[in-house]
T-cell receptor, first 116, second 113 residues
Framework: AQKITQTQPGMFVQEKEAVTLDCTYDTSDPSYGLFWYKQPSSGEMIFLIYQGSYDQQNATEGRYSLNFQKARKSANLVISASQLGDSAMYFCAMREGRSPGYALNFGKGTSLLVTP | SQTIHQWPATLVQPVGSPLSLECTVEGTSNPNLYWYRQAAGRGLQLLFYSVGIGQISSEVPQNLSASRPQDRQFILSSKKLLLSDSGFYLC????????????FGPGTRLTVL
């Protein structure tokens, strides 16, 4: 079964607007972490933000924030004030406390295009 | 600071030829190391991980193998490449703590013809 689901294959947003990228997850492990990565066309995976399952507050990193709704098992990424350089693939990933080697489980990604 | 290197950056190989991709990490010791493959337009699939020298775990049965001859060196190999081995290969490391982020290398784009 898919552990991470990203239902938006592609998204468009106008420059300076905010955008929300959806991510839902499935786990029975009480201890887990949720991560968002950005992959520009160059291919490198850039870590953006992390949310732990026991964290009480939503994580924020600059223009990135994570809307964590534990009961709904969702961890949506919000990018405020979009910039042209935000155009990229975005991946949601989860690491469970019992994952072998603590490997990350990735979703299929969302392609974001920021337009002028 | 820590850095992770991968080479080569791109590779075009004929079907049936051998493969060796190398990954090295600098600035840390005893990292967990990972090999992922990304097919075109898809997410990342874990291939191998290693928690120490000589310790390799495989997540997906395939004709690939991995080795960790030194603490900060991780090698992905194949004796005979298949067309289906084409993809983008990413090496990653972390500190081996459950809730740490993983840091990725620049990747190797492999095309098997």
């Amino acid at each position: 079964a898919q552990k991470i689901t990203q239902t938006q294959p592609g998204m468009f947003v106008q420059e300076k607007e905010a955008v929300t990228l959806d991510c839902t997850y499935d786990t029975s492990d009480p201890s887990y972490g949720l991560f968002w990565y950005k992959q520009p066309s160059s291919g490198e995976m850039i870590f953006l933000i992390y949310q732990g399952s026991y964290d009480q507050q939503n994580a924020t990193e600059g223009r990135y924030s994570l809307n964590f709704q534990k009961a709904r098992k969702s961890a949506n990424l919000v990018i405020s004030a979009s910039q042209l350089g935000d155009s990229a693939m975005y991946f949601c990933a989860m690491r469970e406390g019992r994952s072998p080697g603590y490997a990350l489980n990735f979703g299929k990604g969302t392609s974001l295009l920021v337009t002028p | 600071s820590q850095t992770i290197h991968q080479w080569p950056a791109t590779l075009v190989q004929p079907v049936g030829s051998p493969l060796s991709l190398e990954c090295t990490v600098e600035g840390t010791s005893n990292p967990n190391l990972y090999w992922y493959r990304q097919a075109a337009g898809r997410g990342l699939q874990l291939l191998f991980y290693s928690v120490g020298i000589g310790q390799i775990s495989s997540e997906v049965p395939q004709n690939l193998s991995a080795s960790r001859p030194q603490d900060r060196q991780f090698i992905l190999s194949s004796k005979k490449l298949l067309l289906s081995d084409s993809g983008f290969y990413l090496c990653a490391w972390d500190r081996g703590r459950a809730m740490d982020e993983q840091f990725f290398g620049p990747g190797t784009r492999l095309t098997v013809l």
